[in-house]
C-alpha cells in the first residue's frame, strides 16, 4: 500500500535559525504552501530534477519538551559529502560522521536549531 515516503514535520521555535540550517546550511529550498491558517513553511529537494516537498514547518508553536517525540530522527539522502562537511564546519556546527563498516553508506548526524536529529546518508564511493 505504502510506495513512498512524502514528508515529515517539525516544529520551529526559531524560524529563522531553522530556515537557516535547512535552506542555507542543507540546501533545501522554501517553495509553495497553501494558505493553511497558521505560520509555516514547506521546503523541497531537488529529486530526479523535480521539486519534492520533504518537510513541512509550523512557526506558530511551541516546541514540545522534551523536544523529540516517537519519532527517533529524520533521514535525508544527500550528495556531496566534502561540500557539506565544509560547509558545516565552516558553521561551526557539530556533527557525527561515521562509515558504515565494510565501506558503507557514509552518515552524518546532527541537530537542527530545535533539537530534532537529522541524518544525511551519502553514497559509498564519496571521498572526504
Request: contains cysteine.
Amino acid at each position: 500500500m505504502i510506495v513512498g515516503m512524502n514528508h515529515f514535520t517539525a516544529i520551529a521555535g526559531d524560524k529563522q535559525a531553522t530556515l537557516d540550517f535547512y535552506v542555507g546550511l542543507l540546501g533545501l529550498q522554501v517553495g509553495y504552501r497553501p494558505e493553511l491558517g497558521f505560520d509555516g513553511a514547506w521546503l523541497y529537494a531537488d529529486v530526479g530534477g523535480r521539486q519534492q516537498a520533504v518537510l513541512h514547518l509550523y512557526f506558530d508553536r511551541a516546541v514540545p519538551t522534551p523536544p523529540a517525540g516517537v519519532i527517533d530522527h529524520m533521514a535525508f539522502t544527500a550528495t556531496g559529502l566534502k561540500a557539506v562537511k565544509t560547509r558545516f564546519d565552516a558553521a561551526g556546527m557539530t556533527y557525527d560522521l561515521r562509515q558504515l563498516a565494510g565501506g558503507g553508506i557514509w552518515q552524518l548526524f546532527c541537530h537542527d536549531p530545535n533539537g530534532a536529529k537529522v541524518e544525511l546518508d551519502f553514497d559509498a564511493s564519496e571521498t572526504l
